[in-house]
């Protein structure tokens, strides 16, 4: 069992960067496949990217590849979401979660943080 908690949204102009982070408390993000997505108001929740729990290999939306890059930082326990040339079209909530395996789907992840809100103005 893990328990999840993102920080670093905010409110950044088009073109900006922003970096996110998702702690993990009750045991280590190497132990999980880990993913984010985000959901716009009034949208379904949409598969942003992912880590796999063993090799660390990496899987994006087009939407946002060569945008964003996702990672773990095993010393910190955290997954982190660098995100780059932020569009407005990028604005959501954002979520992490962890699963199993290294999947697109919402419904493969068991975890899941409560969300931070990135802004991005035009």
């Known amino acids: 069992q893990v328990q999840l908690l993102e920080s670093g949204g905010g409110l950044v102009q088009a073109g900006g960067s922003l970096r996110l982070s998702c702690a993990a408390s009750?045991?280590?993000?190497?132990?999980?496949?880990m993913g984010w997505f985000r959901q716009a108001p009034g949208k379904e929740r949409e598969f942003v990217a992912a880590?796999?729990?063993?090799?660390?290999?990496?899987i994006y939306s087009d939407s946002v590849k060569g945008r964003f890059t996702i990672s773990k930082d095993n010393a910190k326990n955290t997954a982190v979401l660098q995100m780059n040339s932020l569009k407005p079209e990028d604005t959501a909530v954002y979520y992490c979660?962890?699963?199993?395996?290294?999947?697109?789907?919402?419904?493969?992840?068991?975890?899941w943080g409560q969300g931070t809100q990135v802004t991005v103005s035009s």
């Open positions: 880590i796999s729990r063993i090799y660390g290999n990496t």
């Open positions: 009750g045991r280590t993000v190497s132990s999980y496949a």
């Open positions: 979660a962890a699963g199993g395996a290294m999947l697109r789907a919402t419904r493969g992840y068991d975890y």
